[in-house]
């Protein structure tokens, strides 16, 4: 419920029209708009959200990137309004990811690249939201998400629709809120030629890549 709360508070616009610049799209859920296939979005809907009466967050960040320290003091003073007490911490990525695994924070802002690595939504799912999970920030252990996504790796065939329902289980929780979906953008020189359009950046000089 507490969850809920901070979720409801919690308005992308400002951090994606001007931190951002608009170069970002408001989040319609964990998989952004540059994967075509996760626009069908499940419909998900949180707890009722607790009354809020000056409860103490503190939230972290890192200072490896820019945008987030900028994008925290404008979620603190979201949360503010909303009549949470907010004490914030930043600090180097290394230096802070430690405490981020181990729970110490109430709630972390972060940037995450949601299939770069794998291609797979499986991988980030499992590692980032259930019980067990490598990566699991949120600190989240809910039986119903750690179905849901087992589901993907059970799944026959296209393995997407269960990836969705996976998503939306999550989203249901509140323990994770989307702020923003960042745009990659990419640069060519009119004296380069055949450079790959990679979808995950992974691959972007290839052999046949060339320079007048």
Same mark, same amino acid.
């Given at each position: 419920? @507490?969850?809920?709360?901070?979720?409801?508070?919690?308005?992308?616009?400002?951090?994606?029209?001007?931190?951002? =610049?608009?170069?970002?799209? #408001?989040?319609?859920?964990?998989?952004?708009?540059?994967?075509?296939?996760?626009?069908?979005?499940?419909?998900? &809907?949180?707890?009722?959200? /607790? +009354?809020?009466?000056?409860?103490?967050?503190?939230? *972290?960040?890192?200072?490896?990137?820019?945008?987030?320290? &900028?994008?925290?003091?404008?979620?603190?003073?979201?949360? &503010? /309004?909303?009549?949470?007490?907010?004490?914030?911490?930043?600090?180097?990525?290394?230096?802070? %990811?430690?405490? @981020?695994?181990?729970?110490?924070?109430?709630?972390?802002? @972060?940037?995450?690249?949601?299939?770069?690595?794998?291609?797979?939504?499986?991988?980030?799912?499992?590692?980032?939201?259930?019980?067990?999970? !490598?990566?699991?920030? $949120?600190?989240?252990?809910? #039986?119903?998400?750690? =179905?849901?996504? /087992?589901?993907? *790796?059970?799944? &026959?065939?296209?393995?997407? /629709?269960?990836?969705?329902? *996976? +998503? #939306?289980?999550?989203? *249901?929780?509140?323990?994770?809120?989307?702020?923003?979906? =960042?745009?990659?953008?990419? !640069?060519?020189?009119?004296?380069? #030629?055949?450079?790959? $359009?990679?979808?995950? %950046?992974?691959?972007?000089?290839?052999?046949?890549?060339?320079?007048?």
């Amino acid at each position: 419920a @507490m969850r809920a709360a901070v979720a409801a508070a919690i308005d992308p616009a400002p951090i994606v029209d001007d931190i951002y =610049e608009g170069r970002a799209d #408001a989040p319609a859920g964990l998989f952004g708009p540059a994967l075509a296939w996760a626009a069908d979005h499940r419909a998900h &809907e949180l707890p009722a959200p /607790a +009354e809020v009466d000056g409860q103490t967050l503190t939230i *972290a960040t890192y200072s490896n990137r820019a945008e987030l320290p &900028e994008t925290l003091t404008v979620l603190a003073s979201q949360l &503010e /309004a909303a009549g949470f007490t907010v004490e914030t911490e930043v600090r180097d990525y290394n230096d802070i %990811e430690p405490d @981020m695994l181990a729970g110490a924070f109430d709630a972390v802002l @972060m940037s995450r690249s949601v299939v770069q690595d794998s291609g797979d939504p499986y991988t980030y799912l499992d590692s980032d939201f259930t019980s067990d999970g !490598g990566f699991n920030v $949120s600190q989240l252990a809910d #039986a119903a998400v750690d =179905e849901a996504v /087992a589901a993907i *790796a059970l799944a &026959e065939g296209d393995r997407r /629709a269960a990836a969705l329902d *996976a +998503e #939306a289980a999550v989203l *249901a929780t509140g323990a994770v809120v989307p702020v923003a979906h =960042e745009r990659l953008v990419v !640069g060519v020189s009119e004296r380069v #030629a055949n450079v790959a $359009s990679d979808p995950r %950046e992974l691959e972007i000089i290839t052999a046949e890549t060339t320079l007048e």
